[in-house]
């Protein structure tokens, strides 16, 4: 089960929440007057634990999976998929994090490489557990648990492993496993909830509208948020079915689209409104949701220790 995963972009920009984003001109102030207490959340506090039992736990976890599945007589396991590297707080916010600069734009564009590369990429090994007989490994996954459709209290469903070892080391650590989904889906819910409500903010629909009247007028019709432009000067190195044009050609287009884009979000503000407003909603999510968020940390912090107490027995 890997949902402890899925969670964990969706809150890293929760650190990010307590600066202070200034309002572009004509632009109300995120958040607007505050209120007694408005800015002192206690997942302020907790959130940096959280993230770190997050992980902590989801390490425990594969590790008592393995001792279950060795108990049960099998000794050669999966390799674990890669781990991404922690990401800053930062990384959590779900735009881009401001054009380029006039001079960055003039000078490197959007700083897209393509660089050509000769190396052929060395084939990869399989694993001692890939090279197993087909009937091995599924003799392995069937003990780790079959896939099937959990039914959560409010209806929603989620797919997870059921009858295995999975299953049983995520009754160990979490017991009440419709809590830990609960609690976990205020935080796996965050990043798309903050999305759409920027998205939907009166002060972005008005700044993007500004900025795509702007590059229209400016020769790059279509575009809809600034997503699209960076997407688009992508699109100028790897066009989808077509041959790739030249460097030279690719990184014109690049920096002719770049400037444009440094431009028109000067003059609309765009940036600054979306951030701006995503700290607003994201300060309002922490305090709606304060109760759920330092629930998760002691949740987590139990689970850990389950999970130790599983790998000493």
């Not at 307590?18 to 907790?46: F, L, N, R, W, Y």
């Not at 780790?144 to 959990?150: D, E, I, K, P, R």
């Not at 432009?229 to 690049?254: G, I, K, L, Q």
Request: hydrophobic share 40%; with cysteine; glycine share 8%.
């Amino acid at each position: 089960m890997r949902i402890g995963r899925v969670v964990c972009a969706a809150w890293l920009g929760v650190l990010c929440c307590a600066a202070a984003c200034s309002a572009p001109p004509g632009a109300p102030a995120a958040g607007g007057p505050a209120g007694p207490g408005a800015s002192a959340s206690p997942v302020a506090k907790v959130l940096p634990e959280v993230w770190s039992l997050l992980d902590e736990a989801e390490a425990a976890k594969g590790k008592a999976v393995t001792r279950c599945m060795e108990l049960r007589g099998f000794t050669v396991h999966p390799a674990s998929p890669a781990k991404a590297g922690t990401q800053h707080a930062a990384d959590a916010y779900p735009y881009r994090d401001g054009a380029p600069t006039l001079e960055q734009a003039q000078r490197n564009g959007y700083g897209l490489q393509r660089q050509p590369s000769d190396e052929t990429p060395p084939p990869a090994q399989a694993s001692a557990y890939d090279r197993l007989p087909q009937a091995e490994r599924d003799r392995y996954q069937a003990a780790l648990g079959t896939w099937a459709q959990y039914t959560l209290a409010d209806g929603s469903k989620l797919r997870m492993r059921r009858g295995g070892c999975d299953e049983e080391v995520m009754t160990s650590m979490y017991g009440d496993l419709q809590r830990y989904f609960r609690l976990v889906a205020v935080a796996g819910d965050m990043s798309s909830r903050l999305r759409s409500a920027g998205e939907a903010d009166e002060r972005v629909v008005a700044a993007t509208k500004r900025w795509t009247s702007c590059m229209a007028a400016a020769g790059y019709p279509g575009l809809e948020s600034v997503d699209d432009a960076e997407a688009t000067a992508v699109s100028y190195h790897w066009p989808r079915n077509a041959p790739a044009p030249s460097f030279e050609d690719a990184e014109r287009n690049e920096i002719a689209l770049a400037v444009a884009d440094a431009k028109c979000s000067e003059t609309s503000q765009v940036d600054r409104v979306l951030r701006s407003a995503w700290t607003e909603h994201a300060q309002q999510y922490l305090r709606d949701h304060d109760t759920e968020f330092v629930a998760l940390r002691e949740l987590l912090h139990a689970a850990v220790i389950a999970a130790q107490r599983l790998l000493g027995a």
